[in-house]
């Protein structure tokens, strides 16, 4: 098992135009992209800090994970990201230690990347992704 980086932080909010307002107004970024990612039900804005990106994540509908989310909690960080060499390598590695898996196999995320999900009550009460940026 091997981290890269943090690839990210996510951030789930209601108003994706509204939340990239105020980060351009308060700390003067920008996205770097934008996409709606169907697979994910969100929509996703990246932008770039130093080496890592704050993901803003705004869901397609109620029924997916970030618009359960915001209906328990409210907006809020959502999970954070590490980028990984081999993503079949790190759930292998994962599940060999019986951590409980959200995606057994990895799935299509931004950027092309291959992403999957480890569950939030498996460490520190944190949703982790992993990503294998597709370079
Ligand atoms: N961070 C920490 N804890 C979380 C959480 C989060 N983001 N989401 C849910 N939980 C906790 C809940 O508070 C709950 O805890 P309690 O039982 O103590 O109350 C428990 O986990 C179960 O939560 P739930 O609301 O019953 O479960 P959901 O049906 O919403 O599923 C999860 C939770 C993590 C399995 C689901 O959100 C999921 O599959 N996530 C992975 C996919 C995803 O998040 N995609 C969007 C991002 C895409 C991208 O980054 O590109
Ligand atoms: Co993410």
Do not use: C, W
Not at 80 to 108: C, F, M, N, Q, T
Request: net charge negative; hydrophobic share 40%.
């Amino acid at each position: 098992m091997k981290l890269i980086n943090l690839d990210h932080v996510a951030i789930a909010v209601e108003d994706l135009d509204a939340t990239i307002a105020e980060y351009r107004r308060q700390y003067g970024v920008e996205p770097l992209y934008r996409e709606v990612i169907e697979e994910q039900g969100v929509e996703e804005a990246m932008i770039p800090v130093g080496g890592s990106y704050v993901q803003l994540l705004r869901p397609l509908s109620d029924q997916t994970p970030v618009g359960r989310y915001l209906a328990k909690n409210g907006p809020g960080l959502h999970h954070i990201a590490y980028a990984v060499p081999s993503i079949e390598h790190a759930l292998a590695h994962l599940k060999s230690e019986g951590v409980r898996l959200i995606d057994e196999s990895p799935r299509l995320g931004g950027r092309g990347a291959k992403i999957a999900f480890v569950h939030p009550k498996e460490l520190a009460g944190t949703l982790i992704e992993l990503v294998e940026l597709n370079e």
